[in-house]
């Protein structure tokens, strides 16, 4: 690729928070790879992160145990895993949809595209990361080591669904909260009906917050025949919107009750009130929607973390009641 067609050497994209700390400090050469893990652009870590969180709390709650020493390792291991497999998705994504990726404005900036990094040194870079990840993963209880090792299945089929489904925010769901299944199986030593109800509650967030991303490239999209929910809902996106998000209350709420009901009634109210407050704020974005405002819908986007961490919090404060 020619000078005068590559991005700045800076190699910042668009929905890069400005001054970010890969921006700013991180030496020049690693850079690119750490945006190809999108390490400039954290809300994705949390995002992968929080679900694990509520399944690691929901365990907590439902087994009635004081969290111990073991359960500190477990919300450690789920935020470096968070960081390594949120980079090794992303290095995967981005190596599948390098071509459609040159052809969207908001994407044709990133590493590979932009021709900071070839393929062959992204794949690298993607196996290097998973193998930190195992290391971590192995220190786990075999349930979620297995669990661990499924996941992969998703993540590595997320990349093609918007290929051939109008739906593939439901599988980038399945995988990206995948960890309240893990985090509970670790604690718990099974996965239990809280843990799939948490999962299945994640899922149905990320319909709510990833359809509104997938807004900002829906004219892009639509000119090079990539699928998504925003493509598909239109103008009844906020229709759509609202029914994943009593979704999402209702299946973490009724978690909360089925981890919470052998517990004490205050243990059980704090937990409740963990999916009750998220709800507010996701009417909060769901308010403030507008398909047209690309800076709104990245602002909305990220505002999820502070959405995800409520029922995370509320559930941590639940086991230790």
């Not at 669904?161 to 030593?189: D, I, S």
Request: with cysteine; glycine share 8%; proline share 7%.
């Amino acid at each position: 690729m020619s000078d005068a067609t590559r991005t700045p050497e800076a190699g910042t994209v668009p929905d890069a928070p400005p001054a970010n700390w890969v921006d700013s400090y991180a030496p020049a050469a690693w850079r690119p790879y750490l945006r190809l893990s999108r390490a400039d652009r954290p809300i994705g870590t949390w995002l992968l992160l929080l679900p694990c969180w509520w399944g690691l709390g929901l365990a907590l709650v439902a087994t009635g145990r004081a969290p111990s020493a073991h359960d500190l390792w477990i919300a450690l291991a789920c935020a470096m895993g968070a960081v390594l497999m949120r980079g090794a998705g992303c290095t995967w994504n981005d190596v599948a949809d390098r071509d459609i990726d040159g052809q969207v404005a908001r994407t044709r900036a990133r590493p590979i595209p932009s021709g900071q990094v070839t393929v062959r040194q992204a794949l690298l870079w993607l196996a290097a990361q998973c193998a930190v990840a195992l290391l971590i993963l192995l220190t786990l209880p075999p349930v979620a080591i297995a669990l661990g090792f499924l996941s992969l299945v998703p993540v590595a089929l997320y990349p093609f669904a918007k290929r051939v489904t109008w739906w593939p925010q439901a599988v980038l769901g399945v995988a990206f909260n995948w960890g309240a299944l893990l985090a509970y199986a670790a604690h718990a030593g099974a996965v239990e009906a809280p843990a799939v109800l948490a999962w299945a509650a994640g899922i149905m967030w990320t319909l709510f917050y990833d359809t509104i991303y997938a807004h900002q490239d829906a004219d892009d999209d639509a000119l090079i025949g990539v699928k998504s929910t925003a493509r598909l809902f239109g103008d009844d996106t906020p229709t759509w919107l609202r029914r994943f998000l009593v979704a999402t209350v209702s299946l973490l709420g009724f978690a909360a009750i089925l981890a919470g009901v052998e517990g004490s009634p205050l243990a059980l109210a704090v937990a409740l009130g963990g999916p009750w407050a998220m709800g507010w704020h996701l009417t909060w974005q769901l308010r403030r929607f507008d398909p047209e405002d690309g800076p709104g819908l990245l602002r909305l986007f990220r505002s999820n973390r502070d959405a995800g961490l409520i029922p995370a919090l509320a559930f941590a404060l639940a086991a230790l009641l």
